[in-house]
């Protein structure tokens, strides 16, 4: 059996920030005997030599307040001058969002209160502060439509970039997005909900745009769960490459080897410059899903954190149910969430434990009962976190080829320890990619 390391990202949303190194300071000698005799008796010691403004290095106590000693030694004969080290941080953006919760509390587990772990592990505030993202770089959302009612993911939905493929034929049937489901207004959320508004949560893609393509139908007492056919998802691909779309997400798959059909429309995305990802499915198994096995689509499993094993100590893993092909360059990994059996049941008893789930948006339209957020898990909540991705680099340098947003994506992840070719090249790691952006 493997083990994974323990996740030790210890960057505090609320941690205070020191305005200077402790312990140092640079000083400029006037008259250097008598400065080493003041050092001296301040428990001062040069550390190195000068520097190109003629600055040299200095320890002092790390008791002492920095700005406090540099001024006093300033005042003091032969040093001409002294200064503390002065520090900048890294500026990481936190959104406001009322369930984002903070990187403290997935250092130890459980977590019964509002935690968006995901985006953390990825390391997406740290991105937020490259980009938020561009309202004209659109992600496209195969899937079960939207809810149009719910004000933290409408307003990302361009006016007429709306559509409905669900006759099974790959024809338009004229009828409205609205999310009867759930399932494409939580991956939405993940993508790209309306963040840093003080409300519910917040999304990959901050300022990115929604294109929202229905090829579900709708659900049913005598068909709660319809399936789309591939001649209906190569149709939505084909018109969200005519709305303008930069990305298109597939949170969905099936059985088997990749269909013609949607591979021809896949192909043709791809030629006009458009990012495909895909899920790579949940049944634990060593074959990736269709449409994700297609050419050209980046393939995306789930991670999760195991706080059971080791509560104080989270560590990551990828998914039991994620599945993955046996080499490692299949694709990537990222947050999926994979519920303990005691999690299944979890509301009210025992509680539910954000770390074992990814929370984000839900429709209130739901069949069987909608509301604001949901609890879920699985490589279709993965797959969104890429694709969110994929938009912010295409944010800072639109000029990127599909090839090229994936191998930046794939040649700048975490290694989860010990997770193998299931890992595939390994989670997503927002800033490393920005970063690596042109």
């Not at 004000?151 to 024809?171: E, P, Q, W």
């Not at 909608?370 to 639109?398: E, Y």
């Amino acid at each position: 059996m493997a083990f994974n390391m323990p996740f030790v990202r210890r960057r505090l949303a609320v941690a205070p920030q020191e305005p200077y190194v402790r312990g140092k300071l640079i000083i400029k000698f006037s008259n250097e005997v008598q400065a080493e005799q003041i050092l001296s008796r301040r428990g001062a010691t040069r550390i190195a030599p000068p520097n190109a403004e003629g600055y040299v290095g200095v320890s002092i106590p790390q008791t002492v307040d920095p700005a406090a000693e540099a001024a006093f030694l300033q005042t003091q004969p032969g040093i001409a001058d002294a200064q503390p080290l002065k520090l900048r941080y890294i500026q990481v953006n936190d959104p406001n969002d009322t369930d984002f919760g903070t990187n403290a509390q997935i250092c130890s587990g459980p977590q019964t209160t509002h935690v968006q772990w995901d985006m953390f592990v990825t390391w997406m505030p740290e991105a937020w502060a490259v980009t938020t993202g561009s309202s004209s770089v659109k992600i496209a959302i195969i899937d079960t439509g939207v809810d149009l009612t719910q004000g933290d993911i409408s307003s990302k939905v361009i006016g007429a970039d709306s559509a409905v493929f669900d006759t099974g034929l790959g024809t338009q049937d004229g009828t409205n997005v609205q999310d009867y489901d759930g399932h494409g207004t939580n991956v939405s959320g993940i993508a790209a909900a309306d963040t840093n508004n003080s409300t519910l949560f917040a999304g990959t893609g901050w300022n990115t745009s929604l294109i929202e393509v229905r090829v579900f139908p709708t659900p049913s007492a005598a068909n709660p769960t319809p399936g789309a056919t591939n001649l209906d998802i190569a149709a939505g691909i084909n018109w969200a490459v005519s709305k303008g779309a930069k990305v298109v997400s597939m949170s969905l798959g099936g059985s088997g080897a990749c269909d013609s059909t949607e591979q021809t429309a896949i192909s043709n995305a791809i030629a006009s410059g458009i990012v495909v990802v895909a899920a790579s499915g949940n049944a634990g198994a060593a074959a990736v899903s269709a449409p994700a096995n297609c050419n050209g689509v980046i393939a995306v499993g789930a991670s999760s954190l195991d706080d059971t094993t080791n509560p104080l100590q989270p560590r990551e893993k990828v998914a039991s149910y994620s599945n993955y092909a046996s080499n490692n360059t299949w694709g990537v990994v990222a947050p999926g969430g994979d519920p303990s059996a005691a999690q299944q049941n979890c509301n009210p008893v025992p509680p539910c434990d954000y770390l074992q789930w990814i929370t984000n948006l839900y429709s209130s339209t739901a069949f069987g009962g909608g509301g604001a957020g949901v609890f879920i898990a699985g490589t279709s909540q993965a797959t969104p976190h890429v694709a969110g991705l994929a938009a912010l680099m295409f944010a800072k340098d639109g000029a990127l080829t599909p090839a090229q947003v994936a191998n930046i994506i794939e040649s700048n992840t975490d290694q989860i320890v010990g997770a193998g070719f299931h890992q595939g090249f390994g989670r997503i790691n927002a800033i490393k990619a920005l970063n690596a952006t042109p």
